[in-house]
């Protein structure tokens, strides 16, 4: 079974917006990581988060995470056209990854 | 040249025949993963292996067997393909120390007629 959920299932925003993405999952974690997956293709890692962290960045990414409320975001700053793809949380617990069932994002040019 | 290659990349099969994809990863990796992916399902584990002599079932191994044959090449078999195997599959592997990023291939697009 799926561990992390994201919300919304889709998202469709103009270039230049920003995009938010969460997710949520419902046991302990040693990590949650954030993947992109453009149509059809495999997922390409993002960023990783550790459980004792509360928030990272890279380039226009920033993750959160709350591990009291179990959920997770990824924030897309000036969002591109080419930002257009499905966006993935796993959740990591020892040895087992889970991954969500994705958010499919559209920016609109 | 991409660190993980899956073959073929597109196949059309008839229900009953048995099949076999196959992955191959120079990451150097130890461990290796194979996923499958249904719209609006993400990815689901079917089996993953940690190195050569373990192989381990994931969530949903049913109906499916897989082969380490080295620590670069890592193959599932669908022995008797039925319909609702029909879906996108993906290997993966990891270092399995931090930072545990995964590594996936490109794909495959496996459909049962």
């Known amino acids: 079974s799926q561990q992390g959920e994201e919300d919304p299932q889709a998202l469709s925003i103009q270039e230049g917006e920003n995009a938010t993405m969460n997710c949520s999952y419902k046991?302990?974690?040693?990590?949650l990581q954030w993947y992109r997956q453009n149509s059809g293709r495999g997922l390409v890692h993002l960023i990783l988060i550790r459980s004792n962290e509360r928030e990272k960045h890279s380039g226009r990414l920033r993750v959160t995470l709350d591990t009291s409320k179990k959920s997770s975001s990824l924030l897309i700053t000036a969002s591109r056209a080419a930002d257009t793809a499905s966006y993935f949380c796993a959740t990591v617990n020892n040895n087992d990854m889970r991954f969500g069932a994705g958010t499919r994002l559209t920016v609109k040019p | 040249d991409a660190d993980v290659t899956q073959t073929p990349r597109n196949r059309i099969t008839k229900t009953g025949k048995r099949i076999m994809l196959e992955c191959s990863q120079t990451k150097g990796h130890d461990r290796m993963y194979w996923y499958r992916q249904d719209p609006g399902l993400g990815l689901r584990l079917i089996y993953y292996s940690f190195d050569v002599k373990d192989i381990n079932k994931g969530e949903i191994s049913d109906g499916y067997s897989v082969s380490r044959q080295a620590q670069a090449k890592f193959s599932l078999s669908l022995e008797s393909a039925i319909p609702n195997q029909t879906a996108l599959y993906f290997c993966a592997t990891t270092s399995g120390s931090y930072p545990y990023e995964q590594y996936f291939g490109p794909g495959t697009r496996l459909t049962v007629t």
């Open positions: 046991t302990s974690i040693n990590n």
